[in-house]
């Protein structure tokens, strides 16, 4: 007879566990990548990593550690959701992004002084600092949150969601004096009481809480006046309670579950927005690198100008034609055009090792990259035309089509549902509480017992019988209520969360005025970049027209070297302006598609595939 109530209870525990759920291992994610993807080497020609724009926009995609922390944004949602539907509160999401290192920002383009440019002196070169002192290393922190550092209130609790089943098997030994013998028969009771007990609890969406319970006691006792020695007691009941004001429905209580499928959706918003981030961050680079390497090849033009020279005077001295003055005019322009040669190669390595970082895993860890030279494949073209469309198309594009923008709507809409819990609170508790148990008894006769005994002689049997037949049915219905007389708490938590949304609100708006901020300043830099452009040209054919002119009349004696110098100053620095213009207007026009919300779709970027970080292998080049 003892072991069968157990076996009973056992058997409640394994069928609600299958029915209601089941147990195992919590969701796992794969474990974090480290090495550098194989399109790194596939690049690798003749230990240099040569490399087109979208070449460079594959390595980030697979490689950048800022996009790879934001894959994990994505799991880190399902998360909150798998939380939220078991009952649970949030514990929210980390809207913080990286930007992509500013780098060196490209040519050095200085313009000559009025008094080089006015004949009195020559135009010396600048000795840059390194890229640290220049702050084109860090990753500046964007946080994307509109809601501010301090969280709502959780507002009133939510059922557990996810059935819970409960089991206690005990056994006690109580030995207890008595006063008298006539109620029990014995001077010293002794009693042992096996308890093996099971339940199940399991909330709901409208805000009920119901308790089954299946309790079973096993007594034996050294009554000599109790009709039972030894009898088992069992009961069957459910409990259960229903809010009627505080915490009452099903759209109330299921919030946190509205509010996680948002950041669902949110976590897609910021792992694309970081994206595009990197994106334009990688373009921008890249764009400064080709400038870099164009302007490298101009510097060492100038320097074959400068040494030419002074190969010319260094003749016309040895004939006595010319002052030795102008040797030392000559050398001086050699030293110092191989100055900015040294500037120009030093600012293109900075940016190479900067680009690096941001395209692999290991960064300089890996020998292969660390020691190869990146040669850009593509080069810094301007089109003939514009196809801009009207401020007022692109800023409404802009508006609807930008992820964060889209992503502060649901912080917002998230804020806007939290609310509800915080109005739950400012009402009173008012519950509907109701029970319903059968219960059983049976045991053997006392064969001390003299005063007779109910005719519940049996086993565990007899018991589940009489549970089952409702021989000995307990129920009740009731209402309990609490009314606080003045609820302040709740009163001021509701009263900071409706200003909290008014301020996110206020946020969304600034975000907006930005974002239109952003494209008429993308669409002036173009503006700007273009004329800067066709200026620089312009001036750069000049230029080359007056040093020819010159060095023509400094092959018949009608001029001097200082003259000369001046105008390959003029024509190099000419030069390097052109690079800088055809510079500038691929960054704004990076900049204009950042500002649209449309550079990965420029850049025919599938989100799926970054979101997997594995796209199609590198083509062989022919």
């Given at each position: 007879m003892f072991y069968k109530p157990v076996r009973a209870s056992l058997a409640l525990l394994l069928s609600t566990g299958l029915v209601f759920g089941q147990t195992g291992m919590p969701p796992t994610t794969a474990s974090a990548r480290t090495e550098n993807s194989a399109r790194v080497h596939e690049l690798m020609r003749a230990g240099n990593l040569y490399l087109s724009l979208a070449d460079a926009l594959s390595l980030a995609i697979e490689n950048n550690l800022d996009i790879e922390l934001q894959r994990y944004l994505l799991?880190?949602?399902?998360?909150?959701?798998?939380?939220?539907?078991?009952?649970?509160?949030?514990?929210g999401l980390n809207f913080t992004l990286a930007e992509v290192p500013v780098g060196t920002g490209g040519p050095i383009s200085s313009l000559p002084t009025n008094a080089a440019a006015a004949g009195r002196a020559t135009a010396g070169s600048s000795v840059t600092t390194n890229a640290l002192g220049l702050n084109a290393l860090g990753e500046p922190q964007v946080n994307e949150s509109i809601q501010g550092s301090i969280a709502q209130t959780n507002g009133s609790a939510v059922p557990v969601y996810d059935p819970?089943?409960?089991?206690?098997?005990?056994?006690?030994?109580?030995?207890?004096?008595?006063?008298?013998?006539?109620?029990?028969?014995?001077?010293?009771?002794?009693?042992?009481?096996?308890?093996?007990?099971?339940?199940?609890?399991?909330?709901?969406?409208?805000?009920?809480?119901v308790n089954l319970n299946f309790n079973n006691a096993h007594t034996s006792i050294n009554s000599l006046t109790s009709g039972f020695n030894p009898y088992?007691?069992?009961?069957?009941?459910?409990?259960?309670?229903?809010?009627?004001?505080?915490?009452?429905?099903?759209?109330?209580?299921?919030?946190?579950?509205?509010?996680?499928?948002?950041?669902?959706?949110?976590?897609?918003?910021?792992?694309?927005?970081?994206?595009?981030?990197?994106?334009?961050?990688?373009?921008?680079?890249?764009?400064?690198?080709?400038?870099?390497?164009?302007?490298?090849?101009?510097?060492q033009e100038t320097v074959s100008l400068a040494e030419k020279l002074l190969s010319d005077?260094?003749?016309?001295?040895?004939?006595?034609?010319?002052?030795?003055?102008?040797?030392?005019?000559a050398n001086a322009q050699v030293f110092s055009t191989r100055q900015d040669l040294i500037n120009a190669r030093g600012l293109r390595e900075e940016q190479e090792a900067i680009f690096k970082n941001v395209i692999t895993r290991r960064g300089n860890e890996d020998p292969e990259v660390a020691n190869a030279r990146i040669i850009p494949t593509d080069t810094l073209t301007i089109p003939a035309t514009d196809d801009i469309r009207p401020m007022q198309e692109l800023t409404a594009e802009a508006l609807s089509h930008r992820p964060d923008l889209g992503q502060a709507r649901l912080q917002i809409d998230n804020s806007r549902i939290g609310l509800q819990g915080a109005r739950s609170l400012t009402k009173p508790q008012l519950d509907l509480v109701g029970i319903m148990q059968n219960s059983g008894l049976a045991g053997q006769s006392n064969p001390f017992n003299t005063l007779g005994a109910p005719a519940l002689a049996g086993g565990y049997g007899s018991v589940l019988e009489q549970i089952l037949s409702r021989n000995y049915p307990t129920y009740g219905v009731g209402v309990q209520m609490t009314l606080p007389i003045h609820n302040r708490i709740a009163e001021a938590d509701?009263?900071?969360?409706?200003?909290?949304?008014?301020?996110?609100?206020?946020?969304?708006?600034q975000l907006q005025n930005q974002a239109r901020l952003e494209v008429e300043d993308a669409l002036i830099a173009m503006r700007r970049a273009r004329a800067s452009?066709?200026?620089?040209?312009?001036?750069?054919?000049?230029?080359?027209?007056?040093?020819?002119?010159?060095?023509?009349?400094f092959e018949v004696g009608s001029s001097t070297s200082f003259f000369v110098?001046?105008?390959?100053s003029l024509l190099a620095q000419a030069r390097s302006t052109e690079v800088a213009?055809?510079?500038?207007?691929?960054?704004?026009?990076?900049?204009?598609?950042?500002?649209?919300?449309?550079?990965?779709?420029?850049n025919h970027i599938s989100f799926e595939a970054a979101v997997k970080g594995s796209l199609p292998p590198v083509a062989p080049k022919r």
């Open positions: 799991p880190v949602a399902n998360a909150e959701l798998l939380r939220a539907q078991g009952g649970g509160t949030l514990r819970a089943i409960t089991g206690q098997l005990n056994f006690t030994h109580q030995t207890t004096p008595e006063i008298s013998t006539n109620t029990t028969g014995s001077a010293t009771l002794v009693t042992g009481t096996t308890l093996f007990n099971a339940g199940l609890q399991q909330g709901f969406a409208s805000g009920a809480q088992t007691s069992s009961a069957l009941g459910v409990t259960a309670t229903q809010p009627l004001m505080r915490g009452f429905g099903a759209n109330l209580n299921r919030r946190f579950i509205r509010i996680a499928g948002n950041e669902q959706k949110i976590t897609s918003l910021l792992f694309q927005q970081q994206l595009i981030v990197t994106v334009y961050g990688v373009i921008r680079l890249y764009t400064d690198l080709v400038a870099l390497t164009e302007d490298e090849k101009v510097k005077v260094k003749a016309q001295v040895e004939e006595g034609t010319l002052a030795q003055v102008e040797m030392t005019r509701l009263a900071r969360d409706e200003i909290q949304v008014k301020q996110a609100e206020i946020r969304l708006r452009y066709e200026a620089a040209s312009e001036a750069r054919r000049l230029q080359e027209e007056s040093l020819s002119a010159e060095q023509a009349k110098i001046q105008y390959e213009a055809r510079s500038s207007y691929g960054k704004a026009k990076a900049a204009l598609q950042r500002a649209m919300g449309t550079i990965l779709e420029e």
